[in-house]
């Protein structure tokens, strides 16, 4: 068995060589083989040249440098391609992951499960970081339905197959456990030590968090509408579209009544908001239902048949061919 301990880096040089040094000792205690994978996101300072200067003291240290600063997603994304190890150990690169926890991480793994994400229960962070990762962590859970106190903790272990089926872009990283659990991954979480920090500064803000509600929503919405758009998309067109189609039978009915049968006097109804508000609703019910039906067409010409299921193993199954 190989491990792989994949490391994104952003500005990152003042911490680099005590990571290493941790990271050394807890793995020279392991019967495994191991590396190292740093990679660094487009840093302006001298990570690069530490990452280079470790690589030639340590063979287990490689590394991979952006031209500039792509986002942690794709950071994860090209260090789980280059990845060779059977599991892979996410951390970040501050510090404030404690590698002496990887023994714990490997122990739990164990063959029960595929991810261990992280979690912290005594944070070393600012107010202003805590108390929106608590109603982020709740929100994810609830619409997502996993459980997890501490979804988008820097330290996790997995399978490499769960880098395989996993796509990461944009912000995607905070749902590294949701998207496996997604493809029908076991998922589970244990306590870390988390860390001041002492290097560096916070790349969180509230860009960032508004960014993951919104990240939240496509995460939602792949978990249980990617194969089914229309499920989505049709219902609420069709939602809309009958409260707009009520409206103007209610309006239609009252013309009919004030001018064939005379049963009052007859109003002008081109007037009411109703019909403007009927109106609307039923050419954005119509609209939304239009979009569910091109959403499913691109997802039947375009989607491959692995996109449906994840197998976790075969026997018996000779090459054909």
Not at 19 to 28: I, T
Not at 86 to 107: N, T, V, Y
Not at 144 to 158: A, M, P, V, W
Not at 181 to 188: A, P, S
């Amino acid at each position: 068995m190989r491990l792989s301990i994949l490391i994104p880096v952003y500005n990152e040089s003042e911490s680099l060589v005590e990571l290493h040094r941790e990271l050394a000792v807890v793995l020279d205690a392991q019967p495994f083989e191991s590396e190292i994978l740093f990679v660094d996101d487009g840093s302006r300072d001298a990570s690069w040249g530490t990452i280079k200067a470790l690589a030639e003291t340590d063979p287990r240290v490689r590394g991979i440098r952006f031209r500039r600063n792509f986002g942690k997603a794709a950071a994860l994304s090209a260090g789980m391609r280059a990845a060779r190890g059977e599991l892979i150990m996410m951390l970040d690169a501050d510090l404030q992951d404690d590698p002496a926890g990887i023994p714990r991480f490997l122990e739990t793994l164990g063959d029960d499960w595929d991810v261990v994400n992280g979690w912290k229960i005594r944070r070393l962070d600012p107010w202003h970081k805590i108390y929106p990762s608590w109603v982020f962590n709740a929100m994810v859970s609830r619409l997502t339905g996993l459980t997890l106190h501490d979804h988008n903790c820097g330290i996790k272990l997995f399978r490499a197959e769960v880098a395989r089926e996993i796509r990461l872009y944009g912000e995607l990283h905070r749902f590294i456990p949701v998207l496996a659990h997604m493809r029908g991954f076991r998922v589970t979480e244990i306590d870390v030590h988390h860390r001041s920090r002492q290097h560096g500064f916070s790349k969180y803000g509230f860009r960032r968090f508004t960014r993951g509600f919104l990240d939240l929503l496509t995460v939602s919405f792949l978990s249980f509408y990617r194969q089914r758009p229309q499920h989505l998309l049709g219902a609420a067109g069709l939602f809309l579209f009958a409260i707009g189609a009520t409206g103007l039978t209610w309006l239609a009915g009252e013309w009919v009544l004030m001018n064939l049968f005379r049963a009052w006097p007859a109003t002008p109804i081109g007037g009411r908001p109703l019909l403007a508000y009927s109106l609307a609703l039923a050419v954005l019910g119509g609209q939304a239902m239009s979009l569910g039906f091109l959403a499913e067409l691109i997802v039947h010409f375009n989607s491959r048949e692995s996109d449906a299921y994840s197998v976790a193993e075969r026997v018996g199954m000779k090459d054909q061919g």
